[in-house]
């Protein structure tokens, strides 16, 4: 099980890139926009660079909503493989059934 700081921080960076998601995305399309100005890409790479570090969502990690575990992720089932089989196997997630060939 992950930490709980580690969780929380985790959260905060998932509310941070979606409350900042629109503004950034306006002053990159400004940046890339072939018609604007010099002056105005330079405001707007400023005001892109003031933004907070934890609001792209780069800086966020997927994490198993059983465990916490933020590696062997499946965004299908938003588990880890790991949660995935002992759910699997038990008959919790409806469709889900071991394989045999």
Known sequence: MATLAKLITNGKRKKLA???APTRQKLKEIIASPTASAEDKDKANRKLQSLPRNSTK???RNRCEVTGRPRGFLRKFR???IALRDFG???DIPGVIKSSW
Do not use: H, I, N, P
Request: aromatic content about 16%.
């Open 58 to 60: 780069v800086r966020f």
């Open 79 to 81: 588990m880890s493989r």
């Open 89 to 91: 196997l038990r008959g």
């Open 18 to 20: 979606t409350k900042y």
